[in-house]
């Protein structure tokens, strides 16, 4: 714990980070790696294998996007930047190792936005007691940016939480949790109407195992559907005992090559 309220201290965000606890969510994150670093290889692997091969598969090689960076621990920053001119990694807040990280590379840069575009607005909204925002707009981080590869790296389930820390008890739970869907909605239909290839990665589901038996499985996408993915897989993301000597919790991962294309059926 000392060791993270430092790490804290000395990586604190900018104040749009702080506010939201983007900074302190990345440092939590940080920490959990540090602790169950085997149990997350797997899932790291298989994330950058699926992002390298939707990469390849780009129709040009000038500009690639990376929604979600964070810690870069799921993105193949070398190999993108050997691909393509210039690689944009986009995050509400980005750590101290992201930005070491992308230091080494001339064709890295770092862009901190709302992936959302609506954090903001809706506590303007909660603040004033009017209605929240509707419909959510389609979002835009990188406007002017044509790139030839996006791709949203386990970012689509994050994307309400900060509304619900934000907004519990502030607004109506019917329409706080209509408005978290119509985000993620439209992550969704945004991602799909990009030019350029464009990839998924996004945890479909919740889960909390005991051994071979599920005992919990809670839909990390506020009821939205998905096609069916080209690859699923389970991150192990606490294993026991690292939130409890009862269970497990694994999150349930889906990734699309082309994400467009499986859009459009």
Known sequence: ??????????????????????DRDALCLAARHRRCRQ??????????????????TAPGRDTAVILGS??????????????FRQVYLV????????RTLAAGFSNARLVAADVTG??????????????????????DPLPGVVADFTASVNLASQLAIPFYKMLGGRVAE????????????????????????????????????????????????????LPGPDRAWTWCIAPSPEESFAYDRQNLVW???DFAAARKG
Do not use: N
């Open 255 to 257: 990734g699309y090559r």
């Open 70 to 83: 964070g810690l870069c621990l799921d993105v193949p920053l070398a190999e993108l930047c050997g691909r």
């Open 1 to 22: 714990m000392l060791r993270e309220f430092f790490a804290l201290w000395l990586d604190r965000g900018s104040r749009f980070a702080r506010r939201f606890g983007y």
């Open 174 to 225: 019917t329409d706080l949790a209509f408005f978290c869907r119509e985000l993620i909605e439209a992550h969704f239909d945004w991602l799909a109407g990009l030019p350029g290839r464009t990839c998924l990665l996004c945890d479909k589901a919740w889960q909390r195992v005991d051994g071979g038996r599920l005992i919990e499985s809670l839909d990390a996408l506020e009821g939205v559907s």
């Open 118 to 139: 609506m954090a903001l607005a809706a506590e303007r909204a909660a603040a004033s007691g009017t209605p929240l925002p509707h419909p959510a707009p389609v979002p």
């Open 39 to 56: 149990a997350w290889a797997p899932h790291l692997k298989a994330a950058r294998t699926l992002i390298l091969e939707s990469a390849a």
């Open 91 to 98: 995050d509400a807040h980005h750590p101290r190792a992201a």
